[in-house]
Every structure is written in C-alpha cells, then in structure tokens.
C-alpha cells in the first residue's frame, strides 16, 4: 500500500543522529567529488542504484563492510566519512 512507504520515510528520518546525518553527507560528497553518479558506483558494487541512493539518503544503515567497499570504490580512507571522529 502507499502508506507504508510513508510510514517508512516518516520512520527513518527521526532515527538520524546529527553525528549519522554528517557521514551522510559526507557520502554524497566523496561521491561526487570521484565524479561518479549512483548508477556508477552501483555498477561498480554489482549493485542496484537504489541500494546507493537509499544507503546514501539514510533509509537502510550503513553496515562497516559496506563502507569499506565504498571508501575502495572512491579511494578514499574510512576516517573521511567521519570528519568529526578522532582516528
């Protein structure tokens, strides 16, 4: 039914920690300063580009594996995603 994507959307968002709402963004970052766009990197993952956008919107977590796949696909260290972590 439509009401369960909303209640998905409505669900998530307040879930989001500013600390979690700041890797986020720095997700999108790294992406497009790699100059890649979702459907790239899902390619690159073997991967849907919903599975990038929702990853990427905070609708599904971030699992640490993941983000290592990523920080790979985007040459960039893990701590890059965490700018306001020590490490």
């Not at 968002?13 to 790294?30: G, I, N, V």
């Not at 300063?33 to 971030?62: I, P, Y």
Request: hydrophobic share 35%; charged share 25%; proline share 7%.
């Amino acid at each position: 039914s439509a009401s369960g994507s909303i209640t998905t959307a409505m669900v998530s968002a307040p879930q989001q920690k500013p600390a979690y709402k700041t890797f986020l963004k720095a997700l999108r970052k790294a992406r497009k300063d790699a100059g890649l766009t979702q459907a790239d990197v899902a390619k690159k993952l073997g991967r849907n580009q919903s599975w990038v956008s929702k990853k990427e919107s905070g609708e599904r977590r971030m699992d640490p594996v993941e983000l290592c796949e990523l920080a790979k696909v985007y040459q960039l260290p893990i701590h890059a995603f965490l700018p306001d972590f020590p490490g």
